[in-house]
């Protein structure tokens, strides 16, 4: 499944619904049953692949909302929300 003009924010590592404190590369997705799964991320030309480690219930339908280092790999933090597409690996 793709989700395209998906809208990406970010949040702050720690704990997440997943059981496991979030690292810089993760990201939450709305739907716990999703934990671990690895997806592929492009923004602006930029592609990088992440794993699912928390939900995110504020999230729109297909919005990501990523940790500050994986939200970062895409722009600036100043940015606060980006659009781009993902699918699950």
């Given amino acids: 499944k ?10 702050v ?5 997943c059981g496991q404190t979030n690292q810089p590369g993760d990201f939450q997705y709305n739907g716990g049953q999703y934990c671990f799964q690895m997806i592929t991320i ?8 992440a794993q699912i480690m928390d939900e995110c219930p504020g ?17 600036s933090l100043d940015e606060g929300v980006l659009t781009g597409s993902w699918n699950f690996d």
Avoid: W
């Avoid at 793709?2 to 949040?11: I, L, N, S, V």
């Avoid at 492009?42 to 692949?49: E, I, P, R, S």
């Avoid at 729109?60 to 722009?75: H, R, T």
């Fill in 42 to 49: 492009t923004v602006g030309g930029k592609t990088t692949q």
């Fill in 59 to 75: 999230c729109p339908y297909g919005g990501l909302d990523f940790s500050e280092g994986l939200f970062q790999f895409f722009a």
């Fill in 13 to 17: 590592d720690g704990l997440g619904a």
């Fill in 2 to 11: 793709r989700f395209d003009d998906a809208r990406f924010t970010y949040y």
